[in-house]
């Protein structure tokens, strides 16, 4: 893998070819650069400095669906007529991230200097991984690179609206939750204190709920920062365990799907990722034994991608692609009998997108369910964490009065 080259962003002013006065930025690896870039686009530069970034701005990264962006007005582009390095141009100048128009040139570079685009993509594996280089290696080998792009720009589109579906179902509670719990520590901190100076003015035995409260006090006051630290760092330590253990990403991924509806949300989406992903590589050719290593790696499940290799392997051994799916025993009925539909009727990539939107509307109504399900209960939740609190701090008051 080659590194990016480094590029800065430069301010000039000068006079083009007419001698009329411009200005404007362009970016360049050095000055030098910079002012050779302007002699060719014929402008004799008068001014030319490298623009100053703000102190605490940094580029905003590159996410998925920026690159389901580019696939699409790519593809675009190209059903139209335009030569694919115009199209590279096109797109970049259209684009607001930096950093993504500085991957475009330079996969416009690459394709240009006869590198091939397949090639070009895969010098950068973060942004596009093994299942989009092959499918577009695939449309160049096949001489049908627009048809392929807009396939896979559709997939991409349609991979990033379920991750958005389930992010969209799971923010809104986690928002509040991580609210509750910092008003709660506030409560702890700041509030509590004032009580417990009260208290020790009673002379009397509180409740045991009370001393349990003032004891969580006093141990959050004095080790706020160690609590932060320990949180931030049980986080860091899961999900670096959860990506270099593949035993413990298999057992974290196979208690999610135990969740309540929250499982069942994972589940539809697991199901709709490997229908849409495993329908799209067989249509654009791949053997399906490749197209099912492919869908293993973007399964995003580990139970699920060691299943899709057991399928394959029996696959491999000429068992039909329905038999595997049904003896996995974690495969839903309606898939492998589309499945099954499908390979009788050579017709296996439209009938696996038939499922694959029949489970993302499961996701997205699912999704629904969840958010009028979680308003009552994140309400409750609130009522027990504050509720709890104002109760154990207002009975020894309570108890004092029954006394007199």
Known sequence: MTSAIETSLFIYRGKNRKGEKVDGELRANNLAGAKSLLRKQGIISTSIKKKAQPLFS?????????????????????????????????????????????????IRDTVAAGGGFANALRKHPRQFDDLFCSLVESGETAGALETMLDRVATYKE???????????????????????????????????????????????????????????????????????????????????????????????????????????????????????TLATTFSAGVPIVDALQSVAGAAGNQLYANAIMEVREEVMTGIQLQQALKSRKLFPTLLYQMTAIGEESGALDEMLEKAALHYEEAVDNAVDNLTSLLEPLIMAVLGVLVGGLLIAMYLPIFQLGNVV
């Open 158 to 276: 349609k991979t990033e609206q379920l991750k958005a579906k389930i992010k969209k179902a799971l923010t809104y509670p986690l928002a509040v939750l991580v609210v509750a719990v910092i008003v709660t520590a506030i409560l702890l901190i700041k509030v509590v204190p004032i009580f417990a100076e009260t208290f020790s003015g009673f002379g009397a035995d509180l409740p045991a709920f009370t001393l349990f409260v003032l004891g969580l006090s006093e141990a959050l006051q004095n080790s706020w920062i160690m609590v932060l630290l320990m949180i931030g760092a049980s986080l860091i330590g899961f999900r670096e365990a959860r990506f270099r253990s593949k035993k413990f990403a298999y057992w974290v991924d196979k208690y999610m799907l135990k969740l309540p509806v929250v499982g069942n949300i994972i589940y539809n989406s697991i199901i709709a990722r490997f229908a849409r």
């Open 58 to 106: 940094r580029p905003k990264k590159i996410v998925p669906a920026d690159i389901a962006v580019f696939t699409r007005q790519l593809a675009t582009m190209m059903k139209a007529g335009v030569p694919l390095v115009q199209s590279f141009d096109i797109v970049a100048d259209g684009c607001d991230k930096p950093l993504m128009k500085e991957l475009i040139h330079e």
